[in-house]
């Protein structure tokens, strides 16, 4: 069945953004309908998501924070994580979180592949089988 994805992706850092992007493109199918939007960091994607919900089936959150010198990295990656999860909980929608936390550079370069993780992800959640189990049923287990 065609699902809806939306891939939300920070473009702070341009050429890791594309990095993470490329690699989810690669793992979802392509018979799926597929829409980016590029917004300016990791803090506006839980927002970009939240405007989104009802249009899609499935979201990847994509980006890039770099440690610096200031506690800024430790405020963004926390505050964005916890909104990505509080999201998908609250929508009962995957949201596979891409963002990438490095300590510099080389290490954010090595990482760009990290988007078909995020990808692999909400497709495991949304090609679930849920398996309808009667009260009699477990009481018999039970017993």
Known sequence: MKKKYLIVVADYYKDIADGLTRSAL???????????????GAFEIPVTISKN????????????????????????SKTSTDAIMKLSIDSK?????????CLNMA???????????????????????????????ITLELL
């Not at 919900?53 to 980006?63: E, I, R, T, V």
């Not at 929608?93 to 936390?101: E, L, Q």
């Not at 290490?107 to 009667?134: N, Y």
């Open 107 to 137: 290490q954010a370069r090595d990482r760009r592949g990290k988007g078909a993780e995020a990808a692999e992800a909400v497709i495991s959640v949304l090609s679930q089988k849920w398996e309808l189990i009667t009260t009699q049923k």
């Open 93 to 101: 929608k995957p949201v596979g979180n891409g963002i990438i936390t």
């Open 53 to 76: 919900l009802k249009k899609y089936d499935g979201f990847l959150a994509l980006g890039c924070v770099i440690k610096g010198q200031t506690p800024h990295f430790d405020f963004i």
């Open 26 to 40: 690669k793992i979802i199918p392509k018979k799926n309908i597929i829409k980016i939007i590029k917004v300016p």
